[in-house]
């Protein structure tokens, strides 16, 4: 009994040790001395458990806590330069967090050195540091600090100034090197004696007078834009099977509608015209229908839903599976119809009735009967179309594709004898409804890709992304050489009625099949780093590519934090670029492929500015939502993305991205704000022009 209770006694004391060296593997201890009367060294040093380490002060891209400084009042004195350690920081790779990590183990001395202005100095913050072993890492740890003191005033200070400082105990290890503007490999920022609040302060009527209209100001894609979209749409959607049969049909019915065998000359010329007059109604009602659909679109999303949309994941994953679900429809895995009851409802109403309506109504007929190939293109133009920030995109798109839609009724309607020589009904048009179906089922992946970078859920990266468009693109290729077949295709038979096994393949096909293999070709490098530049407005940032074989050439922001990146520039004098961009901008992504790859403009922001890279569309939490006033309205800010957003607005009075802005370290415009533009040399003289106002 007596053993069984000293070995109870001696686990208990076990567990306790242990539990108490997990919980505190790191001890700190603080100190401040002055070290001369215009500054002070202030001391952190850790003992650190063995098999344990704590990580330094560079700052990697998704990796462990670093070691960071953090002051919530001073004043009589500011931080001066970075926090640094007395002894350069071990490197190694860590799978726990897939990248090189910079650490340091046993015991390590940081150091922050504090200017004095003179007179009473108080100042308190907290150090932040992040801890690890081989198997699991403890929370971030903050260890407060508290300190205040005298020194004498200025004047003093310079008739002291010829007595000679006495040494620190210990030097510092100092380096002449400029932090890399990389976030994976930048010091940590010093926290500037500068009020947030200033930095928040608007400056749009300061970026109104340095405005003279030489830069781009607008990145959404004009009206006219999005009308040819939908234009090109309503061209598509015209020669598939649903649509292009019907049109000889209907145009016949409208000119010979009303006449018979016997009729006189008189009599068939009336009906003519009365056809004519007929079919342009026809496709005035087309129009009609489809542009109502573009302001019922508006009217169910609202004006300030439109814009928030094309970074929202549930909607972003709803148009995938949307367009999924159409692609699959168009090569011939099923058919999207609508009630049976709904067409024959119509078709019976317009029978029964005359006069407008009843045009009115055959042309709704047409709207139901086609819908199972125009509903996925009417889709993936509504998709594009919604989350445009303009309200009226999608009726201006839905114009542009009725037109399209209606013109050869009416056409074909004045001149009759053009129906002669168009193209007749035939396998073709399958062929157009398959090669739609595999550009739905590729840009369906571009969908994902906003909510999987928005959420922060890796599922889809870059090599994912561009392996499935290869595949894609390659199979679609196979198919124009009649290498793939699918259910919709119809057989070809030769002069003895057998199936002819090796269809020859027309020439535009063939024309077809070259580019779409030689696509799938260009994007192969990609696979091991290669930029591609023609998809980069679509497949995801680089920084998701795990195996890169090319040296890297975009161009990495210092700081993802506002406040942050703004203290460090402070304290450092240096000039400041704020790249408000977003996961899902399209327009970001060609800036960074055809412009940031530059190598003058890549050394320029990388060396003389502090970039700071905010995404508006970031899902991550706040810690607390934020209660703000927007324009007289209380809203709450509650993820990364708003808060950006609402800094972009009332700081800068936009709302579209990309949009860059260069300030001084006190928030303060150096030069007119910039926008989506790809011309280089109109980039680069805004970079310059912003430095030299910084010099003056």
Same mark, same amino acid.
């Given at each position: 009994?007596?053993? %069984?209770?000293?070995?109870? @006694? ?44 704590? =990580?330094?002060?560079?700052?990697? $891209? ?66 932040? =540091? ?24 200025? +004047? ?142 508006? !009217? ?119 129906? +002669? ?7 073709? *048009? $399958?062929?157009? %409804? ?49 290498? @793939? ?13 057998? @199936? ?6 027309? @020439? ?39 195996? $890169? ?8 922001? *210092? ?8 203290? =460090?520039?402070?304290?450092? !004098? ?15 992504? %060609? ?106």
């Amino acid at each position: 009994m007596k053993n %069984k209770v000293i070995l109870f @006694v001696v686990m208990m004391v076990c567990a306790i040790v242990a539990h108490a060296q997990f919980l505190r593997p790191v001890s700190v201890t603080t100190d401040f001395k002055e070290v001369s009367a215009t500054e002070g060294e202030l001391s952190f040093v850790m003992t650190i458990k063995s098999g344990w380490h704590v =990580y330094g002060t560079k700052v990697v $891209n998704d990796g462990p806590t670093p070691t960071t400084i953090k002051v919530e009042h001073i004043s009589g004195a500011q931080l001066s330069g970075a926090l640094k350690s007395t002894t350069e920081p071990l490197k190694r790779y860590e799978d726990m967090f897939g990248t090189d990590v910079y650490y340091h183990e046993n015991s390590v001395r940081f150091v922050q050195m504090v200017k004095l202005l003179g007179g009473k100095y108080s100042f308190d913050g907290f150090l932040e =540091y992040g801890a690890c072993n081989d198997e699991n890492c403890i929370p971030p740890t903050s260890v407060d600090f508290s300190y205040s003191g005298e020194v004498a005033a200025p +004047k003093q200070q310079e008739k002291a100034a010829v007595q000679p400082d006495a040494p620190a105990e210990e030097s510092v290890v100092e380096t002449n090197e400029e932090p890399s503007a990389v976030s994976d490999t930048a010091d940590t920022a010093a926290v500037a004696d500068v009020n947030a609040g200033d930095l928040w302060a608007p400056v749009t009527e300061q970026l109104k007078k340095l405005d003279d209209g030489s830069l781009a100001t607008a990145t959404d894609n004009p009206l006219w834009y999005v009308f040819v979209l939908g234009f090109l749409g309503g061209l598509v959607a015209l020669v598939t099977p649903c649509v292009w049969p019907i049109i000889p049909m209907t145009v016949s019915f409208f000119l010979k509608r009303g006449t018979t065998k016997k009729s006189s000359a008189e009599e068939l010329a009336a009906a003519k015209r009365r056809g004519r007059r007929d079919a342009f109604i026809y496709g005035a009602s087309i129009v009609v229908i489809y542009v109502a659909l573009g302001l019922a679109v508006t !009217g169910v999303f609202g004006a300030s839903a439109l814009n928030s949309l094309a970074t929202n994941a549930v909607f972003n994953i709803i148009f995938f599976l949307m367009l999924l679900l159409f692609g699959a429809s168009f090569i011939g895995g099923f058919e999207l119809t609508l009630p049976a009851k709904w067409t024959s409802a119509v078709d019976d109403k317009a029978n029964s009735t005359s006069g407008l309506l009843s045009i009115f109504l055959m042309a709704f007929t047409l709207v139901l009967v086609s819908f199972s190939c125009t509903g996925p293109i009417i889709g993936f133009l509504l998709v594009e179309m919604v989350t445009s920030s303009s309200i009226i995109a999608p009726t201006f798109g839905m114009l542009g594709f009725s037109l399209a839609l209606a013109l050869p009724f009416t056409l074909f309607a004045l001149f009759p004898t053009m129906l +002669k020589s168009a193209p007749k009904s035939g396998g073709w *048009m $399958n062929v157009v %409804k398959v090669t739609l179906g595999f550009v739905e089922l590729a840009f369906s992946l571009k969908f994902f890709s906003v909510a999987d970078l928005a959420y922060g859920w890796g599922l889809l990266d870059r090599e994912t992304f561009l392996a499935l468009w290869i595949v894609l693109f390659a199979l679609l290729g196979c198919y124009l050489i009649g290498w @793939v077949r699918f259910p919709h295709d119809e057989e070809e038979y030769d002069e003895n009625g057998n @199936v002819v096994v090796h269809a020859k393949t027309s @020439v535009p096909r063939f024309f077809m099949a070259l580019v779409s293999l030689a696509f799938a070709v260009y994007m192969v490098p990609g696979l091991w780093g290669a930029p591609l530049k023609a998809v980069s407005a679509f497949a995801p940032p680089m920084k998701t590519q795990d195996f $890169n074989l090319v040296e890297a050439k975009e161009v990495k922001p *210092m700081f993802t934090d506002y406040e942050e990146g703004m203290a =460090y520039a402070a304290a450092h !004098g240096k000039p400041v670029m704020i790249d408000f961009t977003g996961y899902g901008c399209v327009n970001c992504r %060609k800036m960074e492929a055809a412009v940031f790859t530059d190598a003058t403009v890549s050394d320029i922001m990388t060396n003389d500015y502090v970039l700071i890279q905010l995404y508006v569309d970031d899902k991550t939490a706040l810690p607390s939502p934020i209660e703000v006033d927007d324009n007289g309205e209380k809203r709450k800010l509650r993820t990364v993305g708003d808060n950006w957003s609402y800094l972009q607005s009332t700081k800068f009075g936009a709302t579209a991205q990309p949009f860059y802005v260069l300030l001084d370290g006190a928030g303060n415009p150096l030069n007119k704000s910039y926008s989506y533009d790809e011309d280089v040399d109109k980039f680069l003289d805004w970079l310059r022009e912003g430095l030299r106002n910084m010099n003056r």
